[in-house]
Every structure is written in C-alpha cells, then in structure tokens.
C-alpha cells in the first residue's frame, strides 16, 4: 500500500462524516421548502404618486426677533435703592423698575430754587431800578451813562433769571430719571444689576435689564431672488400672509409681511424679507429658528408624494419606484414644497408610479420587495386578544365543571400519616433495585 492510499484510508471515516452532514442540510433545506440561493422579498408600504392643485410655496429658515428690544441703562449714578422688577416678568410702559438714591438729586433741586429765588429778587430790583432812572434822566437829574448801567444791570439779572431757571429743570430732570421706568411694553429679561449696588459712575456702562416686545413679533427670513418679481407683485396688491412653524410642520402662527430689503445679497442671490406676527399665544420667542412659508400661486396637475417617500444621498433626493415585477429602482428626483406633510415632485417622477413610504433602509436597486398594505384602523393588541380567549376558555371550564356532578369527598388524610407514607416511599425507591432489561428485578 502507498503512502497515498494509506493517508486516505486513515482519513476515511472524516470525509464519510463531512458527506453526510453536507447530505443532512440539502435534506433538511429541501425538507423546509427553503433554497439559500433564493431571493427574500422585503416588506415595504407604497403609494402612487397623485396629481393635484397645490399652492405654490416658497419656504425659508427664518429667525424670530423682539418687535423693539431696549436695554435699560442708568443715566444717574448712584446706589440702586429698590428694585422693582424681576427677572422673566411681564411689564407695560412707564412701569417703575428701579429706584436710585434720591436725596442728592432732591438737595439739588432745593440749591437750583434757592438760586433762582435770589435772581427773581434781583432782577426785581433791577426792574424797579431802570424805570425810576428813567424818570431822573427824562428829569435831567441823572447822566445817560447811569441810565445805560442801570439798563445793562437788569439785563444781566434778566439772563441770570432765565439761568436760574434751567438749573431748576436739570436738577428736577436728573431727580427724575432716579426713578427708571420702563420705556416700551414686553417681558423683562434677566435683572443684571441688583439692588444695593452703585450705577453710573464714570466708565460705568453696565446695563441693568433688557425688554423684549414679544407682542407682536417679527421673524426674519431670506428667500431666493427667482421669486422676487411675484412678492413684490402681490405685496403691493396687499398683505402677503406668511405662516410661520416648527421644524417637524407644526404651525406656530400667521402673520403679514411686513418689509422687503432694498438690495440683493450677491454672495447668495437671496432677498431678507420681515414679517410682523400677532404671537398671541406667545408661540415664538426672540432668537427661535422657526420655518417661513410664503403662499405665493397655485400649480395644476402636479405630482404629488408624501414626504416620507423622498430621501437624500450623497447626490441629492431620491425615492425607490416599484415596478411591475416587484422589484425596486433608485430614481433622482427634484422637489418643492407641499402642504400637509407631502412634497410636489418637479422632476424624476410621473403620476401612477408606486414610490416605497415605508422600509427604505432594507432596499437597493434591483430589490424584490413585497408590498404590505397600510393600517387604516388599529388593529386588537394581542394582550388584549389573548385575556378574551382566556377569559372565554375560563367561563367554558366552569360551564363544564357546573354540568358534572360534584365528586364524593375524599376522608383527610392526618398529618403525621402522610408524612410516613412519602418517607417510606423514599426509602423503598433507594433500596429496590432498577428494573433489568426483562422487566424482572434483579
């Protein structure tokens, strides 16, 4: 015997065992009615795609911005001696806010009085002056020259009066604005300065709150200049309704537009609009990225898809278009906007194809797939289902039980003797023998 022939004699036995177990799963392949090289189906949800009459949007990221924002700064230094406002709080026009120290500005007021009741006394005097030196010099009595100082005396008192005056305004200004009020109506921001602390001095340009109008609001958005044209047509026709939402669709309010910039941004070709909102239930708030849709026409007969059919890629849009043999296709396509969760299908796509809305991250081109149909209604949870057939299983029992008749009663069995009875059962299976191959005991 060779060398050869002794290796596989040697290995026989494990090749015999390898063809068997290879036989075994054909057997069992063919047994299940399954072939490997067989192609599953994957289940998916379709749709055609439908024509209809849709208005013609135009949608842009816009952000909400306060229709007046102030920042609340001192214009008098001083200890803040009474806060009145707090942080987040709802406040109208002319509302007292802060307080500061007032018994400076009240001491100056009284000064800038005193002074001025000097001049009125001197100017007085100077009056009674100038009429009685009138009277010398038509007289005689008196030169011209001290009429003409006379006359320059109630002159000066005349402008140290007017002086006097204005000094008293300042001061009752500047008492004044110790009292900061607030100058528009809206929500207080954060209070930044508290009471207690000294404001205004030299170089001190800390700002002590900020209030936002939210009510109305304005929300800023830019669109491509393509629609120009037909929104400075319609605007001038009249109030060009803008609806303003959420990312996920949720309409958030209804408002006009308000403005159109003057110029063109030419690094991206867009047009800053502004629209003012009545935000009467306080949906938008300064700073939110919220979308803006503009209705501008309505298109006939475009083909129409649900949202959730349209994917993107590395090349932009596409949807998986089921043909006639239940396999799937990849198509490029271009959307618009639609209403109501759906996209108008510009290009790529004609009205009657099946477009896949639900299992689209199983499929590639040239898939099979099995189209399941959608819910309509939900339907019965199986928890549910099974607790009604257990609970009817339940009543048929006890139906049954019912109709027999009831089992005579066995006598209860003392404690002690069934306890000896399952002992002595025990003990007789450890010692009796296991039974041999003939039934008989050895």
Known sequence: MTRRAAHLTRNLPALLLACLLVAALAGCSKANGKDPKAKSAVPVQAVEAKTMTVPVLVQAVGNVEAFASVSIKPQVSGVIARQLVRDGQDVVKDQTLFIIDTRTYQAAVLEAQARLQKDQAQAAKAEDDLKRYNTLFEQGAVSRDQLEQMRTNAEALRASLALGRAQVEQARLQLGHATIKAPISGRAGHVLVQEGNVVGKSGDDRVLLVINQLQPVSVTFAVSE??????????????????????????????????????VDK???????????????LGLWPGQFVRARIRLAERENAVVVPSQAVQTGMNGQYVFVVKPDL?????????????????????GLVAGEK??????????????????????????????????????????????????????KAEPVPAQSAHAQSQANATRQQVSPPPSATGKQQ
């Open 226 to 263: 393509v629609h120009l044209p037909e929104i400075q047509r319609q605007y001038a026709q009249g109030q060009l309704k803008v609806e303003a939402s959420t990312g996920d669709g949720v309409l958030l309010d209804t408002g006009a537009l308000a403005s159109i910039d003057n110029s």
């Open 327 to 347: 396999t799937v296709d990849m198509r490029a396509v271009e959307t618009s906007a639609g209403e109501e969760q759906t996209l108008v299908v510009d290009k």
């Open 355 to 408: 477009v896949v809305v639900n299992g689209q991250i199983m499929l590639v081109p040239g898939s099979l797939v099995e189209i399941k149909p959608q819910a309509s209604t939900p339907a019965a949870k199986p928890a549910e289902a099974d607790a009604n057939a257990t609970s009817n299983a339940t009543k048929s029992a006890i139906q049954e039980d019912s109709a027999k008749p009831a089992p005579a």
């Open 267 to 281: 690094a991206t070709g867009t047009i800053r609009l502004k629209a003012t909102f009545p935000n009467a239930n």
